[in-house]
């Protein structure tokens, strides 16, 4: 097999899910940002938190979450790209975050913050940044309900779409199948991509075995509105589970 060549997923394809960055909203409005992405069909909202250490930028903290929480009923999950979240996980759960996505690459104890997130009652969810191998997360497969595989270099929206990462993507995907791995609710274990996911990108990342995509500024972009950006991205990530 050439290194550009994508093995399939082994398991049944995941349900696609469609999941909006709130980084291009309008920050004067989020609430009634939060209110426009769910009536256009999301399937949750990512709230990417940023701290100017982690990445080099600086975004919001719980209490924008926790102000937000009331004009949305969609699962928020918050994506920690901060140094040392363990401090604060209980702050995004109390915020109403139902999934934390903790970076590998943040924490000197993976293992011990992914548990930090379960004991909290969120969902545990793992990153890696495109140079982090899969197998920084093999021996947490148990802990969590999530992978998720930056395919940009985090801190920004509107970055180019990292096609390497789709070998990644299949490798991961082959890992947790392999495994035989649950998760830790049990019902198995997403991969998320989050970076440069467009009409253009979707496909490749779907079909490689991500089932979960965030959407920032493709989606702000779209003429003809959220609604149709979401069920266009929708389309195409499920037409390419099924090619
Ligand atoms: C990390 C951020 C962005 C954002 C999506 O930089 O997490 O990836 O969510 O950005 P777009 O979709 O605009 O590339």
């Not at 497969?141 to 779409?161: C, E, H, I, K, S």
């Not at 970076?195 to 779209?222: Q, W």
Request: hydrophobic residues 45%.
């Amino acid at each position: 097999m050439s290194s550009t060549t994508v093995p399939r997923p082994i398991e049944p394809a995941r349900p696609i899910e469609i999941v909006p960055s709130v980084l291009p909203a309008d920050f004067a409005r989020l609430g009634e940002e939060c209110a426009a992405l769910e009536a256009a069909g999301v399937d949750r909202i990512q709230w990417d938190v940023m701290d100017g250490v982690f990445v080099p930028n600086l975004t919001f903290g719980p209490d924008v979450i926790a102000a937000c929480r009331p004009h949305a009923q969609v699962m928020f999950e918050a994506h920690l790209m901060v140094v040392d979240p363990d401090p604060m996980l209980g702050a995004y759960v109390d915020a109403g975050c139902e999934m934390l996505i903790v970076h590998a690459e943040s924490v000197t104890h993976l293992h011990r913050s992914l548990n930090r997130v379960a004991e909290l009652g969120a969902k545990p969810a793992v990153a890696i940044n495109p140079s982090t191998p899969i197998d920084a997360v093999s021996h947490v497969l148990d802990l969590v309900d999530m992978v998720l595989v930056m395919t940009v270099n985090p801190g920004f929206g509107g970055q180019a779409y990292i096609a390497t990462m789709e070998p990644k993507i299949a490798a991961l995907r082959r890992l947790i199948d392999e495994s035989g791995c649950a998760g830790a609710s049990g019902a198995g274990i997403d991969i998320e991509v989050d970076g440069g996911i467009s009409a253009d990108t979707i496909s490749g990342a779907a079909a490689a075995g991500a089932n979960v995509l965030v959407s920032g500024s493709a989606l702000y972009r779209c003429a003809d509105g959220l609604a149709h950006g979401v069920a266009d991205l929708r389309c195409r990530a499920e037409a390419a589970t099924r090619a």
